[in-house]
């Protein structure tokens, strides 16, 4: 690998990681702010992001902008689910993945608005099996995605939930979907893939993870939604 390489490597990691923190100071922004209101439409809420996000951060989405907000029951952002107005006790899930393409990431928060346990305990047990995934990764260098959607599926049982799609992460730069058209088992962290996570593509550069955790609970319905880097952070 030449010196340039190495550059161009170092800089796409620098950029990811830009994306990342853009997202978090965002989202921070948000919650700080109180942008979700039990009585907003996500529309409303939609529109005060986009702003938000060009206003203070600089940024706009992309020409075919995705929603960035869908409250429970409608809560699979982007999907053609019917226009509605938070409620007091809803899960709101904040998905900044337009804002961020050109980063080649994603960023997702759940937020439980009011005191309900339930949904409060979901949002919990989300945050406490994204952190166990990522320690599972970091303590397994050869750990492969189909080793470590096994552990996350295990990490959910265990907290008595269960994951609302067929994988817990894919690769930077690739579509969310592991049913899309022309997807390939070895992107995705999923049952499918033997490979190790930690490897060289065939383009030549060290391979980034995108962490993609839809938290279930099966009993009462809600979902929650955790999107974050892997490997870089």
Known sequence: MTTLDRMDVGLRALHLLEGQRMAQRLFAHVIATQVIKPGRSEEEVDN???????????????????????????????GR???????????????????????ETGFARTVALGDGPVRRGLVHDLAAVASGAREAFRADESITGRELYAKVRGLAARAG???????????TGTAAAAHAEGARPEVFIGPDNDRPLRRTLEEGVRAHWILQIHLLDEHRGPVAVQTELLDLV
């Not at 929603?67 to 809560?75: E, I, N």
């Not at 689910?81 to 961020?100: K, M, N, T, W, Y």
């Open 48 to 78: 005060r992001i986009a702003l938000i996000a060009r206003e203070v951060f600089g940024v706009r989405a992309g020409r075919v902008r995705r929603r960035f907000v869908r409250s429970w029951p409608s809560a699979v952002v982007g």
């Open 81 to 103: 689910c019917p226009e509605r107005v938070i409620g007091a006790q809803d899960l709101v899930v904040l998905d900044f993945e337009s804002l961020l393409a050109p980063y």
């Open 161 to 171: 939930r269960s994951l609302g799609v067929r994988h817990c992460g894919r690769l």
